[in-house]
Every structure is written in C-alpha cells, then in structure tokens.
C-alpha cells in the first residue's frame, strides 16, 4: 500500500523554526516528485513548496519564499520541509503529497501553531 | 499566477441527486485539472486527474470534463459518503493553485 506519513508538527513561538518530516511507503519515492500543501484552520488548501526526484529543482509559494527549505533524502524516502522565521499565519495543517497524476496520495497531516 | 474559481462555493443536495460542480481558471490550462474531494478532518483524496480521467479506485459516478479555462465535476446519484468538500487545482505550472472549494452538505 502507497502510504506518506507526516510529523515533526507542533506549538511554536513566532519568529521559531520546526523541521517537518515526510516518509514514503510502498512506492519508488527515489522517481516521484514531493509536494507540501498547507490548510489553515476552516480554509482551503494551499501549495507551498515542491522538490523534483533528486532535489535539484524546487519551487516555492512566494509566502514561504526565504523562509521554508524543503529537501529530501531518497535513502530515507523522506522528504523535508524546513520552516523558518515562522509567523502566525503559518498555522495550519501540513500535508505531504505524491506527484503522480495529479497529488496522490496525501499523508494524514501535521499541525504546526505559531503562537505566543 | 493562474487564479482559479468554483461555484457554487455550497450546496445542498439529497442522496441521489445529480450534482454539478464548475471550476474556471484565470488562462488556459489545457487539460491540467484536477479534482479532490475533502472529508472533514481527512485529507484530501484524487478523484479525477487532467480534467476527465478518473484516479483508480473512485466510483464511476463521478465524472469530470472541460478543457482550456472552463471544467466540470459531476457527481451522478450522489451517496452519503459524498457530502464533502471538493476543490479542483490546476497542474499547468507553479503555484499549483486550488479552487476555494465547493461543500456539499445534505438537504
């Protein structure tokens, strides 16, 4: 069974950093680009960030630009998302997400707070 | 950027309606439309992928179509495990946008 299964997610001051971490299971995670899309509380979904098969080409939304990293270690079948100089309105839940045709599959979710 | 829209942005319907979702993007696209279905506190879900093709493993009642900047989700003899919301993205290039959604709840 294809599964991706997040964490890493948790209550952070603003201005702090979290480094979310994303495992692949039953599939060659090495041949699929990686995607990260965030939901805030009651919103829609939004594309952050994603990463080509060997890490050489990623793309980020501009609200993360400068302050997210995403990297991934195909050894791992994990996939990174290294979130700095966090604010408020970074709250949301984090998915993970296959690129096939289309996104999937998607993980459960981590929930990553900025507050105070 | 390529801005994508949907309407209705709600509606109620009863097991076995015929539901019909549109979702309009900002340019062409060609056929780089996908939609998802959303069940609360679940993730997202594949459910049709460039416009029309149907993911493995969904029910055949759902159906999409459109191509260039118009689309169509349709859902024929809506189940209960169908009351969800549904967002359609375009993969044309990033940003990888979302539609705001659509909920369908039940009358």
């Known amino acids: 069974e294809v599964q991706l299964r997040e964490s890493g997610g948790g209550l952070v001051q603003p201005g702090g950093s979290l480094r979310l971490s994303c495992v692949g299971s039953g599939f060659t995670f090495s041949s699929h680009w990686m995607y990260w899309v965030r939901q805030a509380p009651g919103e829609g979904l939004v594309w952050v960030s994603h990463?080509?098969?060997?890490?050489?080409?990623?793309k980020y939304a501009d609200s993360v630009k400068g302050r997210f990293t995403i990297s991934r270690d195909n050894d791992k079948n994990t996939v990174y998302l290294q979130m700095n100089s966090l604010r408020p309105d970074d709250t949301a839940v984090y998915y993970c997400a296959r690129g096939a045709r289309g996104f999937d599959p998607w993980g459960q979710g981590t929930l990553v707070t900025v507050s105070s | 950027d390529i801005q994508m829209s949907q309407s209705p942005s709600s509606l109620s319907a009863s097991v076995g309606d015929r539901v019909t979702i549109t979702c309009r993007a900002s340019?062409?696209?060609?056929?780089?439309l996908n939609w998802y279905q959303q069940r609360p506190g679940k993730p997202p879900k594949l459910l049709i992928y460039a416009a029309s093709s149907l993911q493995s493993g969904v029910p055949s009642r759902f159906g999409g179509s459109g191509s260039g900047t118009d689309f169509t989700l349709t859902v024929n003899s809506l189940q209960p495990e169908d009351f969800a919301t549904y967002y359609c993205q375009q993969s044309y290039g990033p940003p990888f946008t979302f539609g705001p959604g659509t909920k369908v709840d039940i009358k």
């Open positions: 340019q062409s696209i060609s056929n780089y």
């Open positions: 990463i080509d098969t060997d890490g050489s080409t990623t």
